[in-house]
């Protein structure tokens, strides 16, 4: 290991990885709104499973939801014969469970620990936050028993968004219509503690590695893994940013609510970048760069010891410098992130990229025998023009929050 710095407390405040809500939707005509919720938590970078009632079903299908999340979507308590425990395992899965809309009844069955079906024994096996969303006609909401109900769950320390003022489906007009979407997202992201500083602001990662191609077989790459990337567009999008990942070939799967743009080259990526890097205001310059390409691409498969496949001196060329072609042109207000992959010397090259890249930060890390590429943690420096220091061995998921903090200090 190099030398390393001052070492700087770091905050413990990052926001999670991957949080998973799952959305109870109980028979009520606002249940298609329900679509939206998922939509907008999604948006924010949320794993979204949906556990229905039966009633919850005449208004809108469990195919829909299905479609929407890409998971199995729960309704019957015995429906599923690979979990006997089914309500037990959502409760577990669940960072949060919101139930929107909730009906009269259903709030009056988990305000009276009433369990007669997946949804309501899932709330009652739930230790994770609980948010419901009541709506319905506004004689029921305002009926003293509902009041009741609701505030049993209030001092439970169930957080309620209230219904709201409006023309009702059953051509009442008054309290009871479904929050707006966005107002309960909201309370979801703060029952989970996701920081939204990043709202209304555009973040562009550069992740993985890039493949030069030899021919339609062979290629040159390295061994990124493209996960400190991935961490840092899931993070972004977490705390609200807007995010495109432009990401090199890697087996991760797209974070939730993410624009990911797929390329394969050193090239491509830069062209992918610079569409987007003059709306951005954070760019996080994290992939692998192939620095080197062959100078020609075969079309087809070069056979070996043949005339034209001398495969011992293929002639390579310089690829573009991504982070510093875009870094030399970045207007007032944009930050950008670099990295330093070394060997030895972390500091000095780091320090020395920072220059040369045009970067306001530089993450310097050691690479080879087994750290960083591929690994779920790592242990970095933080190089800027103004301080030098290295952070303790983190995983990488907290190590993007890092960044990310780090860099909106910069923005001001
Ligand atoms: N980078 C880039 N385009 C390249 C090479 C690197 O955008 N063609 C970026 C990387 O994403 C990283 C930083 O530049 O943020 C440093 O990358 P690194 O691999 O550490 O260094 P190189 O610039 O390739 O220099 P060297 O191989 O000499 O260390």
């Known amino acids: 290991m190099a030398e390393k710095g001052r070492t700087q407390a770091v905050s413990m405040t990052g926001s999670a990885p991957c949080k998973t809500v799952l959305v109870g939707v109980t028979g009520c005509i606002a249940a298609y709104k329900t679509c939206e919720i998922v939509r907008l938590l999604q948006k924010a ?195 609200g940013a807007d995010v495109t990942l432009v990401s ?14 797929r390329v394969r080259t050193a090239r491509e990526m830069l062209a992918a970048a610079s569409e987007s890097f003059a709306a951005t205001d954070i760019g996080v310059f994290a992939a692998a760069v192939a620095d080197m390409r062959p100078k020609e691409t075969a079309s087809r498969k070069l056979k070996k010891g043949t005339a034209d496949a001398d495969l011992g001196t293929i002639e390579l060329v310089e690829n573009p410098d991504i982070l510093a072609t875009l870094a030399a042109g970045k207007r007032d207000g944009q930050v950008v992130v670099g990295f330093a992959a070394e060997t030895d010397d972390v500091v000095a090259n780091a320090q020395k990229k920072l220059a040369t890249k045009h970067a306001d930060l530089i993450v310097g890390n050691e690479v080879g025998e087994g750290r960083a590429f591929g690994t779920d943690d790592n242990e970095v420096w933080f190089v800027s023009a103004e301080e030098t220091y290295d952070l303790p061995l983190m995983s990488k998921d907290r190590l993007a929050d890092e960044i990310l903090d780090r860099a909106v200090q910069f923005l001001g």
């Open 45 to 239: 970078g949320v794993r979204v499973k949906v556990v229905m009632t039966e009633h919850a079903t005449e208004f809108v299908g469990p195919t829909t939801f299905r479609a929407l999340t890409h998971e199995t979507v729960a309704v019957g308590l015995f429906d599923d014969p690979s979990d006997p425990i089914h309500h037990v395992s959502l409760a577990q899965e669940a960072d949060a469970f919101l139930i929107a809309p909730c009906t009269a009844n259903v709030i009056a069955k988990i305000a009276n620990g009433l369990a007669d079906d997946l949804l309501t024994t899932t709330a009652l096996a739930t230790t994770s936050p609980l948010i419901v969303a009541p709506a319905m006609n506004v004689n029921m909401y305002e009926n003293g028993a509902t009041r009741y109900n609701i505030g049993k769950l209030h001092i439970r320390g169930v957080r309620i968004v209230e219904a709201g003022d409006g023309y009702l489906a059953c051509g009442d007009v008054g309290r009871g219509r479904l929050a707006e979407p966005a107002d309960i997202v909201s309370a979801v992201l703060e029952e989970l503690g996701v920081r939204r500083d990043l709202s209304g602001r555009h973040v562009m990662i550069t992740a993985g590695p890039t493949i030069e191609p030899i021919d339609p077989v062979r290629y040159i790459t390295n061994h990124s893994s493209g996960k400190t990337g991935y961490a840092v567009a899931r993070a972004a999008a977490l705390r």
């Open 248 to 261: 090199g070939p890697v087996s991760l799967p797209a974070p939730e609510g993410v624009r990911v743009v």
